[in-house]
Nanobody, 126 residues
Framework: QVQLVESGGGLGQAGGSLRLSCAASGRSFGFAAMGWFRQAPGKEREFVAAILWSSGQRYYADSVKDRFTISRDSAKNTVYLQMNTLKPEDTAVYFC???????????????????WGQGTQVTVSS
């Protein structure tokens, strides 16, 4: 049984920073990729960022590129999302996800991910 637990959400100010963490436990070794998705009220869940576990290759949505950074700590089975220059439109529930196998071209496809965290709320005030 794999569990993903997010932390670090909360209230941020426009222009400020927040850092999210996602710790994997259980049978968590061997992930091909981990990613972050988000869902704003009344909107579909959307891709934010992903990292391929073995190579460290990173991918970002255009809306967060140059502002957010995804990273991993393999020893801790943890992935992070450093969010800088926050905008009110970044307000959403952020979900961590992990894939057992993933073609690099599918990094943004939520249906290719096998495990999900419970989500953490990020609210950015203007």
């Amino acid at each position: 049984q794999v569990q993903l637990v997010e932390s670090g959400g909360g209230l941020g100010q426009a222009g400020g920073s927040l850092r999210l963490s996602c710790a994997a436990s259980g049978r968590s070794f061997g992930f091909a990729a981990m990613g972050w998705f988000r869902q704003a009220p009344g909107k579909e869940r959307e891709f934010v960022a992903a990292i391929l576990w073995s190579s460290g290759q990173r991918y970002y949505a255009d809306s967060v590129k140059d502002r957010f950074t995804i990273s991993r700590d393999s020893a801790k089975n943890t992935v992070y999302l450093q969010m800088n220059t926050l905008k009110p439109e970044d307000t959403a529930v952020y979900f961590c996800a992990a894939a057992r196998s993933l073609h690099y071209s599918s990094y943004g496809n939520q249906y290719k991910y096998d495990y999900w965290g419970q989500g953490t709320q990020v609210t950015v005030s203007s």
